[in-house]
């Protein structure tokens, strides 16, 4: 019986070949955080080999029948993967532990399942799927999909806890705000509840041409995203947290819901430090310094980590992020306004602000000031002449 695959599925296999190799090389590449990265590269081998195995099936599975269903059970491993390397790039999590290995229940009871159908021959494989599709099949489907969904809400609920933690100690989160994991999280999601839907519509015999091409465009995105996780981890160094920013994790680490309970400041000492702290702000300009975190104005006024932060959180309603940024519009606003000053580019503005990007300086203006910074310069811009009239 002479082979024949399409194009779409060469693609995908030439892909899925290429992520196995990728993987294998982020497994044994060294790094700072080299458990982050290996399971990284688990993660992009379960996308290849899953990718890989499914193309095979679906183009060779007369040929190679002992393929049928035999990545299956590797479903189950998908949401605890992505739920660990979010964790460990957050650094919430180091290394694994052994109750870590709950997780792989699942995983193992899918096997046990599929076990009957495993031993069975070639032969007998082709005809159970011959008549109709077990319901077993589909009810493993459903539940992977439900269980990497589950894992994906946790994950994004991780990263915005971490953000909010994050928020009290950085000025400037850049590379620390890990959007970019959020936003492939987000895909990782859609793609597996879209699986959901088309294998709930087979239940109910619902079958859809549009389906079949829908399929081919979730396989282009399947290649794309284990690309894009390869790109990550080779090119961008999210995973090297400077010495500095781990030790600020640490603290954030430390600092749960319950942080200031028990903190022994009294009303009189935070308005005492709340006062040292706007003194400082307005003589000192630490806004200017793109790097400022709660650890260096905490060492600089001499008080206590966990008590500038509660005076921060408290007096001004604000989070550290916001509280410097706070001063870094008011330093922009100046700039903006004056007629020689605001004849510099945007970008030179935000810098001598103390933003360290001028996205970031956009973004902070205008979530301040309601209008971004160009509006702002239109309507705000003094000249020589009208400030020589009113005065």
Not at 17 to 25: P, R
Not at 26 to 36: E, G, I, P, T, Y
Not at 42 to 65: C, K
Not at 178 to 207: C, M, P, R
Request: neutral net charge; hydrophobic residues 45%.
């Amino acid at each position: 019986m002479p082979l024949s695959i399409d194009f779409h599925s060469l693609v995908f296999i030439i892909a899925a070949v290429q992520g196995i190799i990728l993987s294998v090389f982020l497994f044994f590449r060294s790094d700072k955080n080299q458990v982050a990265n290996q399971v990284l590269s688990l993660l992009v081998g379960l996308f290849s080999v899953n990718l890989l195995i499914r193309e095979l099936t679906r183009n060779f599975h007369e040929t190679l029948p002992h393929l049928i269903a035999s990545s299956d059970p590797f479903l189950f491993l998908y949401g605890p993967f992505i739920f660990f390397y979010t964790k460990l790039i957050i650094r919430e999590k180091r290394s694994f532990s052994k109750p870590d290995m709950f997780h792989l229940i699942p995983f193992l009871v899918c096997i046990l399942l599929f076990l009957p159908f495993y031993i069975k021959s070639g032969e007998a494989k082709l005809d159970v799927i011959s008549e109709a599709l077990p319901g077993l099949f589909f009810y493993v489907w459903i539940s992977a999909c439900i269980h990497i969904a589950a894992y994906v809400f946790l994950a994004i609920g991780s990263i915005n806890e971490y953000r909010y933690k994050i928020k009290q100690r950085f000025s400037s989160i850049g590379k620390l705000d890990f959007k970019w994991l959020q936003y492939i999280l987000v895909v990782n999601l859609i793609i597996w509840l879209f699986d959901a839907f088309v294998i709930t519509s087979h239940l109910l015999g619902i079958e859809l041409e549009a389906f079949v091409k829908i399929d081919q465009f979730m396989g282009y995105i399947l290649s794309g995203f284990i690309y894009f996780l390869g790109y990550r981890a080779l090119v961008k160094h999210e995973h090297s947290i400077k010495q500095k920013t781990g030790s600020e994790l640490q603290l954030i680490k430390s600092s749960g819901a319950k942080k200031y309970e028990r903190s022994g400041l009294t009303l009189l000492k935070a308005e005492e430090y709340k006062k040292e702290l706007l003194d400082y702000m307005e003589n000192e300009n630490p806004h200017l310094n793109p790097e400022i975190t709660l650890s260096d104005l905490s060492e600089a006024l001499s008080i206590p980590n966990n008590h500038l932060s509660q005076v921060i959180n408290q007096k001004f309603d604000k989070n550290f992020f916001d509280f410097v940024n706070g001063y870094r519009i008011e330093e922009a606003k100046e700039w903006l306004s004056d007629s020689e000053r605001s004849k510099e580019t945007m970008l030179m503005i935000a810098f001598e602000s103390g933003f360290k990007s001028k996205s970031t300086f956009n973004n902070a203006f205008k979530k301040h000031e309601g209008i971004t910074p160009s509006q702002y310069k239109k309507e705000h811009s003094i000249s020589p002449s009208s400030s020589r009239s009113g005065s």
